[in-house]
């Protein structure tokens, strides 16, 4: 079983010619979550060949414009096809007052939005849309930002049941994969935490250089070297920076003050893509058993509001 990771922008606030507002799509046997959807996001899609119009699920990590305002375009797009599956759509606190303008937009939708917010036990996927493996979870965590934020851990358990007996004994097993995607952030002890021993972060990286640290912090975000201290701090595998301030013009420039302190950064640009997969193959396959018990799809905790247009 695999996660597949794909950085669809790299930008901040300013979309550019070759780079896209910052967002990543993960897809896991077949099902899709988009975290955030800025201008442009669903043409840096298109660019990778992939397709937006069938996510389950949209996490965003904040309202500022340029995490949202691709909603209404990708929503039109959902809508030409002919979408009927209900699409869903989580943020942090003020997720129904952000997104409402958008939604009277949409009056043309042809399926159902719902708004909910992530319990704090995160939520089991297979619980609530067909396809996704048991073990899928996807939690929200507090970020600092400069408004109401969150950021996203997104993990996946082995299915003990699924491993066979001489396989048990195997000490090197890696029981669960974890993604982070932190939105715009300063560091804080919260991304620390949900990125502990994570594969792979993509963080925010709004400047590049180390004079810039204050700059960051009093913006909400971070530089280069604080977002590689967190990976560090937390002990994750693997970095990508983004969120880039257009007026880094090659990130590349700026990554050895990320190396000096996190060795495994890469300067996240757009299209990105990393598959994680449990380090022992004989667990592929034997583990990808998706949940057949959809009963419970009607009953979705804190729904803040639906929207049924069209
Ligand atoms: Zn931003
Ligand atoms: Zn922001």
């Known amino acids: 079983m695999m996660i597949d990771i794909i ?54 990590t904040h309202y500022h414009g340029d995490h949202t305002f691709g909603l ?66 996807l939690t929200a965590f507090k970020t600092e930002h400069r408004v109401s934020s969150q950021g996203y851990l997104f993990s996946l358990d082995q299915e003990k049941d699924s491993l066979i007996e001489s396989q048990k004994s195997q000490e090197q097993i890696q029981r669960s994969l974890r993604f982070v995607f932190s939105g715009d952030t300063m560091a804080c002890d919260s991304l620390i935490e949900a990125s502990r021993d994570a594969d792979l972060v993509i963080y925010d990286a709004t400047y590049g250089r180390n004079d810039q640290a204050q700059t960051a912090i009093d913006h909400g975000h971070m530089n280069f070297a604080q977002a590689a201290e967190t990976a560090h701090k937390a002990g994750a595998k693997r970095l990508w920076l983004a969120h880039y301030a257009q007026t880094i013009k090659n ?60």
């Open 7 to 60: 950085l669809l922008g790299s930008a901040g606030l300013v979309p550019l010619a070759d780079r896209a507002l910052t967002a990543a799509l993960l897809a896991c046997s077949g099902r899709k979550i988009l975290f955030d959807c800025g201008e442009g996001t669903q043409i840096a899609a298109r660019r990778k060949g992939l397709d937006l119009l069938d996510v389950d699920l949209i996490a965003l």
């Open 72 to 137: 209404p375009g990708l929503m039109l797009t959902m809508a030409s096809i002919g979408r009927r599956e209900p699409l869903y759509i989580t943020g942090p606190r003020g997720l129904e007052e952000a997104v409402d303008p958008f939604l009277r937009l949409a009056d043309w939708a042809t399926f159902e939005i719902k708004l909910f917010d992530l319990m704090p036990e995160g939520l089991r996927l297979s619980e609530w849309f067909q396809g996704w493996p048991k073990g899928a979870k």
């Open 251 to 310: 990130p590349e420039d700026d990554l050895p003050n990320a190396r000096a302190i996190f060795e495994n950064t890469e300067c996240g640009v757009d299209g990105l893509t990393r598959s994680l997969s449990f380090e022992t193959e004989a667990f592929s396959g034997l583990s990808a058993e998706t949940s057949g018990d959809f009963g419970n799809v009607g009953s979705l905790g804190n729904l803040s509001g639906t929207y049924t247009r069209g």
